[in-house]
């Protein structure tokens, strides 16, 4: 049995965290790349419609995005360049995505081909985009 888990409505459950995930990102659910405060926005929009039964969608945090990049994994982006999530998620994603964490001005990415975080311009206008994230991360060791 696979670890990622194909909900059929539009979301992936990780069953090694619980975490369940939108499998699109952001860009490919509108179009469009999107700075930190419009991610915040369709994080407000898709809670309204209850994506999966749901209203608790929210920007990941680092530590739950990383659980999702694995170097075994492969993938493809927009730009048919690998990324390392599981073929489960849509390919055509985006390279890297918000995190939650803000610190003034600037926002964290996380790099789904290198595994690193790295600080941008929350306003920044580059390829950005988010992928939606809902419940409490299990830790590994069942905790």
Do not use: Y
Request: contains cysteine.
């Amino acid at each position: 049995m696979s670890r990622f888990k194909d909900n059929q409505d539009g979301t992936i459950t990780d069953t090694e965290t619980d975490l369940t995930w939108f499998k699109e990102d952001s860009r490919q659910l509108t179009g469009r790349w999107m700075h930190l405060e419009k991610s915040q926005k369709l994080v407000k929009e898709q809670n309204g419609e209850k994506i999966g039964g749901f209203d608790d969608w929210r920007i990941p945090k680092l530590e739950d995005i990383k659980t999702i990049f694995d170097k075994s994994f492969s993938n493809r982006d927009f730009g048919n360049s690998e990324i390392h999530i599981h073929e489960q998620f849509e390919k055509g994603g985006a390279d890297c995505c918000w995190t939650d964490t803000i610190n003034g001005e600037r926002a964290m990415m996380f790099s789904l081909v290198k595994g690193r975080s790295s600080w941008i311009n929350k306003l920044g206008d580059g390829p950005f985009a988010v992928r939606l994230v809902r419940g409490k991360r299990r830790e590994k060791d069942g905790s």
